[in-house]
T-cell receptor
Framework: SAVISQKPSRDICQRGTSLTIQCQVDSQVTMMFWYRQQPGQSLTLIATANQGSEATYESGFVIDKFPISRPNLTFSTLTVSNMSPEDSSIYLC??????????FGSGTRLTVV | DAKTTQPPSMDCAEGRAANLPCNHSTISGNEYVYWYRQIHSQGPQYIIHGLKNNETNEMASLIITEDRKSSTLILPHATLRDTAVYYCIVRPPETSGSRLTFGEGTQLTVNP
């Protein structure tokens, strides 16, 4: 299965600023997925990122708030823009799948103060 | 994707089998049952999946009822490191455009 490197692992940010999270995969993948996990909650899909096209966002998530880049088949970034304390969450990237299911990055724990 | 129902929490003694149930009464004929777990502060980890036959791998066994409306994940000899949230997910077969929809899962606590 794929190996994902996600950076940063954690950060504390001031409200009103932006943070870009990077996800590097050790093999080429068609789709990459970005999830948010709010404190004590399950995972919620933010968007699906295709290489060479705009990301597809789930209901409740918009591109202005969570712009995504997918410059090639092994890399993607998620930016959390104009942050507020409500954005404090764990953000995870994921790729699928085949016989071993989906692989997740180790997550970025974001705290907005 | 079909909806799943899991108990919010379970306890298990170390060394004993942990049996985690999942109800998926609206499962469609082409949907698989997937199990993932999330150990605190880590990304979810794939455990096992199946369609209608029972499956076993080095981590766990998956028992799916004949009518496919429910399943049980079995950890045969639970250890403290198996303490995690376990998610049962029902979805079509792996395709490049598909994604996982997570429910609330079951918090399994393995006690010494």
């Amino acid at each position: 299965s794929a190996v994902i490197s996600q950076k940063p692992s954690r950060d504390i940010c001031q409200r009103g600023t932006s943070l870009t999270i990077q996800c590097q995969v050790d093999s080429q993948v068609t789709m990459m997925f970005w999830y948010r996990q709010q404190p004590g909650q399950s995972l919620t899909l933010i968007a699906t990122a295709n290489q060479g096209s705009e990301a597809t966002y789930e209901s409740g998530f918009v591109i202005d708030k969570f712009p995504i880049s997918r410059p090639n088949l092994t890399f993607s970034t998620l930016t959390v823009s104009n942050m507020s304390p409500e954005d404090s969450s764990i953000y995870l990237c994921s790729v699928g799948g085949g016989a071993y299911g989906y692989t997740f990055g180790s997550g970025t724990r974001l705290t907005v103060v | 994707d079909a909806k799943t129902t899991q108990p919010p929490s379970m306890d298990c003694a170390e060394g004993r089998a942990a049996n985690l149930p999942c109800n998926h009464s609206t499962i469609s004929g082409n949907e698989y049952v997937y199990w993932y777990r999330q150990i605190h502060s880590q990304g979810p980890q794939y455990i096992i999946h199946g369609l209608k036959n029972n499956e076993t791998n080095e981590m766990a066994s998956l028992i799916i009822t004949e009518d496919r409306k429910s399943s049980t994940l079995i950890l045969p000899h639970a250890t403290l490191r198996d303490t995690a949230v376990y998610y049962c997910i029902v979805r079509p077969p792996e395709t490049s455009g598909s994604r996982l929809t997570f429910g609330e899962g079951t918090q399994l606590t393995v006690n010494p």
